[in-house]
């Protein structure tokens, strides 16, 4: 999840480790019409590579080494290859370098999206195991909420902002991934400095594939049933966003949504800036149950004037009432 100055990104109810440019959509406009989200949904996404979190260092008889640190890798690193072997998984990465006998490894990985390569020789700590000192992620998991269905290209999206490496803040690559229905079973509310969290559980009812992993949001396939019960709605041109009142759509407890005012309360006009707006729950109902904005509202569709203008994406850390949207033109055009 990425931490801001004054502001918590609203990510993903948790992330879990496992084991540890705007591109433009194909019609090159935005729909006319899309299906209205605002239901929770459980995430599984496998890393392509597996990802540095940690580098630390350890005893091998005679002095503390790391030698992943001491051969150049840093954090937020992503481990491709080693010796020419995909590395998949953290078992992939331990298997090569327990069987390396101490021999210089090759290290393809991806740093600020450039490819790269080092030599790595691992040493072996006490216990006469050859190690290189590197903690890596190779999956997560958690809750967030959809922002729309678009049936003309056949994909959702939700969060309105990438996932993250919780301990990193790095993008995570994706290599593959799911989406499940998932359910709201409680609420931690949130409270000034200490932002909350709708928890809840995986259904075994599949969604559809992830495709996408971007900073503006998250994308994926799904089946045509579950738009059979959904609100179709107009996609608002950005000038048609005001400041005044407005409408979030958002899940709570099952996995209904429900409707709740807000109040849009500015909106920017730097076009790279992808905090679009900035917004204000006021409806007594939810400020009651959950203390305004909390983690797994991500992505939750904001309606104004009948249109759909966007989607929650951060709270406000010393003010959990507030946060700030995206313009859901940009999440449309992000798509591939």
């Known amino acids: 999840m990425k931490f801001f100055e004054k502001f918590l990104s609203v990510a993903l109810t948790a992330i879990i480790s496992v084991s540890a440019a705007c591109i433009p959509c194909n019609s090159g406009e935005l729909p006319e019409y899309v299906y209205l989200g605002g239901e929770p949904f459980g995430l599984k996404m496998y890393a392509d590579g597996v990802m540095i979190v940690n580098l630390e260092s350890y005893f091998d008889g005679y002095r503390y080494v790391c030698p992943a640190k001491e051969g150049g890798l840093k954090e937020s690193d992503i481990i491709k290859e080693i010796n020419g072997t995909e590395i998949t998984s953290n078992e992939t990465l331990r298997e090569v370098t327990l069987n390396s006998c101490g021999e210089t490894l090759d290290v393809t990985f991806v740093r600020d999206n450039k490819t790269l390569s080092k030599q790595i020789t691992p040493v072996k700590n006490t216990a006469g195991n050859y190690l290189i000192g590197a903690w890596v992620r190779d999956s997560s998991a958690g809750i967030g909420t959809v922002t729309y269905y678009n049936s003309g290209e056949n994909y959702f999206a939700g969060l309105g902002h990438g996932i993250c490496d919780c301990d990193t803040c790095t993008l995570m690559p994706l290599a593959s991934g799911e989406a499940v229905v998932a359910e709201i ?130 709270v406000f850390i010393n003010s959990v009432n507030e946060g700030y949207g995206i313009y859901v033109g940009k999440m449309i055009e992000n798509y591939e």
Do not use: C, W
């Open 185 to 314: 079973s409680s609420v931690t509310k949130s409270k000034n400095g200490n932002p909350g969290s709708l928890n809840g559980y995986f259904s075994d009812r599949t969604i559809g594939e992830m495709l996408k992993n971007s900073e503006i949001g998250i994308y994926g396939s799904y089946n045509n049933s579950l738009i059979e019960s959904k609100n179709k709605i107009e996609v608002a041109d950005k000038s048609e966003i005001k400041t005044g009142k407005a409408t979030v759509y958002t899940t709570i407890s099952g996995n209904s949504p429900q409707a709740y005012e807000i109040e849009i309360t500015s909106i920017s006009r730097n076009e790279n800036f992808n905090e679009s707006f900035t917004i204000k729950v006021t409806d007594s109902r939810l400020l009651e149950q959950t203390g305004g904005i909390v983690q797994g509202m991500s992505g939750s569709p904001i309606v104004m004037n009948g249109k759909l203008i966007g989607a929650v994406t951060h």
